[in-house]
């Protein structure tokens, strides 16, 4: 009964976890078309009343106004001066809300984006045997520090401090991973075969 009342707390928790960031960028998103729409509307109360594909020019100039602001704060923060500013945020603050570390670097590998910290899969041993897990720092030359997920939800797990003798390496990679655990493990024979 405890496990069944855990799978579904981690997958409650796994789903609030996926859907903020979303929920958070469509506020956003709506806020900054409702503020856009506010500033465009004097000079687009000018211009006739047009539909193109059912929308108004208004609305047209509202999403390309977002779209530019958009693109701008992207190659803005491509810039070595946004970079290390995000990085003092990161580190200052938003280190401390639990998970984001490993959510941000997961998004970056999931979404394709270039990361400098690739978070290396191995396998730990545990009470029910081995799992999957996170290799995250050498502490020194025989102890790391790995995060290993629960299953489903990879978002919430324990962070463990494992010795080297401890660790098998499995070489698949961390998108791999991250899907058979969603998985409850389906297709671990496939990525596992003749690593075990």
Request: aromatic residues 10%; charged residues 20%; positive net charge.
């Amino acid at each position: 009964m405890k496990s069944i009342l855990k799978i579904i707390k981690t997958t409650f928790l796994g789903g609030i976890l996926f859907l903020a960031p979303l929920v958070l960028l469509l506020v956003i998103l709506e806020k900054g078309y409702h503020i856009i729409q506010k500033i465009t509307f004097p000079i687009i109360s000018h211009f006739p009343k047009v539909k193109i594909l059912g929308l108004a020019i208004e609305e047209i100039v509202a999403f390309t106004i977002i779209f530019i602001i958009c693109i701008t704060a992207g190659l803005i923060a491509r810039t070595e001066y946004a970079k290390r500013l995000i990085e003092k945020l990161e580190n200052g603050i938003l280190s401390f809300i639990p998970g984001y570390s490993f959510m941000k670097k997961t998004n970056e590998n999931i979404m394709g984006f270039e990361s400098n910290e690739n978070l290396k899969v191995i396998l730990v041993p545990t009470d029910a045997g081995l799992q999957f897990a996170f290799l995250i720092e050498q502490i020194n030359e025989d102890n790391f520090t790995v995060f290993v997920p629960d299953a489903p939800s990879p978002w919430t797990g324990s962070v463990c401090f494992v010795n080297k003798k401890d660790i098998t390496e499995v070489g698949i990679s961390q998108k791999e991973a991250l899907a058979c655990i969603r998985k409850l493990g389906l297709g671990s024979a496939a990525l596992l075969k003749d690593k075990l």
